[in-house]
């Protein structure tokens, strides 16, 4: 697996007119073997995408100590960044040419404390596309136990039109 390119500035960002020519599956496997960079919050969140198919995306991320929150455990935003990453992504996974999205509300339920060094997966999984929304549903497991930690879904405005 190749590593994942991270952008250092809006510049190396691809512009949306380029984004706007693929499909939202080649981005997000183009995105995966590292030829246009990942999200902006990965590399300080400590995750990359990991499995990018139609209408399922998956990230691989291990929260650290700096990732705690006052009390010494894994602050609840670092499950949000990893679910709201592995199920927009598997929105724009769906998409056509021409169609792009953004997050309009996502919901998390935290199950269980992850603990500090556990490398877990997001698995985000398209419910709905339709012509102006996109809804996934996901979780995260434990990569090597399976234990459910998180379950997650996101509600993203799709615009744009489909080339």
């Given amino acids: 697996m ?14 949306l007119a380029a984004l706007r020519q693929m499909s939202g ?3 997000m496997q183009r995105m995966l073997a ?10 300080d969140m400590n995750y990359r ?16 100590f700096r990732h705690t929150n006052a009390f010494g455990g894994v ?3 670092w499950y949000g960044v990893i679910l709201d990453t592995c199920l927009t992504c598997a929105v724009i ?11 309009l509300e996502y919901k998390v339920n ?22 102006s929304t ?10 090597a136990d399976g234990t459910l930690y998180a379950i997650g879904t996101a509600t993203c405005f799709v615009m744009g039109e489909a080339l």
């Fill in 2 to 15: 190749t590593e994942p390119i991270f952008a250092e500035s809006p510049a190396d960002f691809l512009p």
């Fill in 134 to 143: 996109g809804v996934a549903r996901g979780e995260i497991r434990g990569a």
């Fill in 75 to 77: 602050h609840g935003g």
């Fill in 49 to 64: 995408v990991t499995r990018a198919e139609a209408g399922l995306v998956e990230v691989t991320g291990t929260p650290e």
């Fill in 110 to 131: 935290m199950l269980r404390a992850i603990p500090v060094g556990t490398e877990v997966i997001g698995t985000g999984r398209v419910e709905h596309l339709g012509r």
């Fill in 25 to 27: 599956l080649d981005y």
């Fill in 93 to 103: 996974s769906g998409l056509p040419r021409g169609q792009y999205q953004t997050t």
């Fill in 34 to 43: 590292g030829e246009v960079p990942t999200t902006t919050l990965a590399r």
